[in-house]
């Protein structure tokens, strides 16, 4: 159906026509407010780039009652795509991601334990535990969680995360350990990572405590990147780094800049949710991120192209104009293009503009009036077994769920992306959390290792750099996980410096073949 019928039905499930919509946001709000809804909207709509104002939408939200993120996805906005964007947007920074969930009666492929087939391999496929249980509502899988984590990406100019983490890895925290390091009177934090926020954004790093307010951000690979602050004024330990999602696609060797031995002091810290206008939510969180209007304008060119709509792009001067008004922009697309960019949460975003949340409406709209679309990803874990229950105590699935402790929901419109992978399927997920005398230092404590099964073809051994990590069979039906290189037919698993496990060779085709190449390892870091 079109969307002025769309919307016409929407109403008719609230007794209402448009024109009583009409009266009573005039009644509500006054017909010269922002939130007036006009009597032609359903003409207005046939014209996409003629979509409501943010204003509008509430407006619409709270006389019916339904939620403002439907109403929003009515008119083609699903707030949780801003994730992956945000994601998908390089920056030089580290910076915080939108770990939001905000449609929870959205559909979500979910699983449910295979009959109990013996022990648990040290490396197999996921699909040998879990099989495909139908949909679920976001809100049921997010009642699962028992505790919630921060989740950043990996700014590539964050060099005092670096070797331990790779630029752009997306990486879990945990606030409830933020202050972890002063309880322990210890002055170094070990190989623990800290995800700290200072004047100038974010930064995951080793710390050195001084004294009881005073700490430096530390590498021992990179001495010279060594920065001292002073807690509450100048810095806020955030929580301890506890996972990361590794993508080894496209990974670099990244080296210290020189100029980091001069590295200034951040600005003073603002205290937490400080900002009280637009203008300065935009100016603290574009700084934060390190951008300029023109590079933030290129940025917003892209996001435009990608998602189809022009209406996303911002030039420099609209985006330096941002800054010194308190209203927001007129079309949502450009609110959202904000968000993405400087890495804003998009309620913060509408609170801050003064706009009443808390008039909203609380219903959802019916699945058949509102693109309610499941994904079809994650449907081929073979038959499904049943969609009355969730995970049983003690099998595979709520072991993981224990151990983990959360979901992230909010990544699964970006599982391509994470993947490396055009069209990923879970059929491309390894399970290797009992692989403990690994044969690579990055499946120490990993959990999941995504597969790209198209690439049967090791590196040769001349090659000069380090093989990729490869998943082999082998003839006696165990799998094998590490860097592998192709040597006179013989198939040549690496030993790495200080590990357990010596060089392995097999006969190609004959004691193992190669199943695919590792593209991303899910990994624990303590």
Partial sequence: MDRAEQIRQILSTRGLSLYRVSQQSTEI???????????????????????????????????????????????????????????????????????????????????????????????????????????????????????????????????????????????????????????????????????????????????????????????????????????????????????????????????????????????????????????????????????????????????????????????????SDYETLLAPPRHIQKIIALCILYCIDFQEFLRVCGLPLDQDGREPIPDELVPRRPSNRSQDLHAPIGHEHLPEHGGFLDSLLKQWEEVPLFLRHSLNELAGLKSFSLSDVYWVGGDRVSSHPLLINATFAIVNRRIKNPAQSKTACEPPLCLLLKRDGSYLCGCCALHQGMLIVRAYPGGRLATQQFKNGIDAEVIGQVTTVLRRLL
């Avoid at 083609?76 to 991601?97: A, C, E, Y």
């Avoid at 979910?110 to 535990?129: E, N, S, T, Y």
């Avoid at 590794?246 to 670099?252: A, D, E, F, K, N």
Wanted: aromatic share 8%; charged share 25%.
């Fill in 29 to 319: 709000f006054g017909r010269s407010s922002r939130f007036y809804v006009p009597h032609n909207l359903y003409y207005d709509v046939a014209d996409p780039s003629l979509i409501p104002s943010i204003h509008q939408m509430l407006a619409l939200s709270r006389i019916t009652n339904y939620r403002l993120y439907d109403w929003l996805a009515v008119f083609g906005f699903d707030l949780d795509h801003i994730s992956r964007l945000q994601m998908l947007v390089p920056k030089q920074r580290t910076t915080l991601l939108d770990s939001s969930i905000y449609d929870m009666h959205a559909w979500i492929p979910w699983f449910a334990d295979r009959p109990d087939k013996g022990p648990v391999p040290l490396i197999a496929p996921v699909g040998q535990f879990l099989a495909s249980a139908g949909l679920r509502r976001a809100a049921e899988l997010f009642a699962l969680n028992r505790r919630r984590f921060l989740y950043a990406k990996v700014g590539e100019g964050d060099v005092l995360a670096f070797p331990h983490l790779a630029p752009g890895s997306i990486v879990r925290i945990d606030e409830r350990r933020s202050g972890e390091l002063l309880s322990e009177r210890k002055n170094h934090s070990g190989p623990r990572l800290f995800l700290v926020e200072h004047g100038s954004g974010f930064t995951c790093s080793q710390l050195v405590v001084l004294e009881k307010d005073r700490i430096v951000l530390h590498s021992p690979e990179r001495p010279c990147a060594q920065l001292e602050l002073r807690l509450g004024k100048e810095a806020r330990i955030l929580g301890v780094v506890d996972a990361e999602i590794r993508s080894l696609t496209g990974q670099r060797t990244v080296e210290t800049p020189h100029r980091l031995a001069g590295l200034p002091k951040p600005p003073s810290l603002h205290a937490p949710h400080l900002q009280t206008s637009l203008k300065d939510l935009l100016r603290d969180s574009r700084l934060r991120v390190g951008l300029s209007f023109r590079e933030a304008s290129s940025m917003s060119r892209w996001i435009a192209n990608r998602v189809s709509d022009q209406l996303y792009f911002a030039a420099p001067s609209t985006l």
